[in-house]
């Protein structure tokens, strides 16, 4: 479930990265992460909730991400991008708890430097999911066209065909 995760977020760029996740993907050690990532999640979403309604993020939830912060620093180098210089992420994990980089620095991004009015909960019932939205007009309803908003878009048009027969 983590690889998956990890390779779909395009985290596993190296062979020797997936290689070393492949290593430990079933081992209790993972498990136990992924546990510990899942309540994290949560606490995740109530901070989301809090920022959804106008409010900051709980002093205790501020406090788990500082030291996850600095137990699990982000490793970037600078590269050459057409007529710039950026910074591109190094992301090499050799265990489990190597996972939390990613996480914790996406979530430091989240809280303090993009939009919280764009912070939104997937319209569709039976969606739990949270998303950025980076349209243009900021008027994006679902995580997903593909599945969420399809998935109502279609029921809507059935329920159209319904009452016009």
């Given at each position: 479930m983590l690889?998956r995760?990890?390779?779909a977020?395009g985290l596993?760029?190296?062979?020797?990265?997936?290689?070393?996740?492949?290593?430990w993907?079933?081992?209790?050690?993972?498990m136990a992460?992924?546990?510990k990532?899942?309540?994290?999640?949560?606490?995740l979403?109530t901070a989301?909730?809090?920022?959804?309604g106008?409010?900051?993020?709980g002093d205790?939830?501020?406090?788990?991400?500082?030291?996850?912060?600095?137990?699990?620093?982000?490793r970037a180098?600078?590269?050459?991008?057409g007529?710039?210089v950026?910074p591109?992420?190094q992301f090499e994990?050799?265990?489990?708890?190597?996972v939390?980089?990613?996480?914790?620095?996406?979530?430091?991004?989240?809280?303090?430097e993009?939009?919280?009015s764009?912070?939104?909960?997937?319209?569709?019932?039976?969606?739990v999911?949270?998303f950025?939205?980076?349209?243009?007009?900021?008027s994006r309803r679902?995580?997903?066209m593909?599945?969420?908003?399809?998935?109502?878009?279609v029921?809507?048009?059935?329920?159209?065909?319904?009452?016009?027969?």
């Amino acid at each position: 479930m983590l690889e998956r995760w990890l390779v779909a977020a395009g985290l596993l760029r190296s062979q020797k990265a997936k290689a070393q996740v492949r290593a430990w993907r079933d081992s209790r050690q993972a498990m136990a992460f992924v546990h510990k990532l899942i309540a994290f999640r949560e606490r995740l979403r109530t901070a989301a909730f809090r920022m959804e309604g106008g409010l900051l993020p709980g002093d205790a939830f501020l406090s788990e991400v500082n030291t996850l912060l600095k137990l699990h620093p982000e490793r970037a180098n600078l590269t050459k991008q057409g007529a710039k210089v950026v910074p591109r992420r190094q992301f090499e994990p050799r265990t489990p708890e190597d996972v939390w980089t990613p996480i914790v620095a996406a979530t430091a991004e989240l809280l303090s430097e993009l939009d919280p009015s764009r912070i939104r909960k997937c319209e569709s019932a039976s969606c739990v999911v949270h998303f950025y939205d980076t349209s243009k007009k900021g008027s994006r309803r679902w995580c997903s066209m593909n599945i969420c908003g399809n998935r109502l878009k279609v029921a809507a048009y059935q329920r159209r065909q319904r009452l016009g027969d």
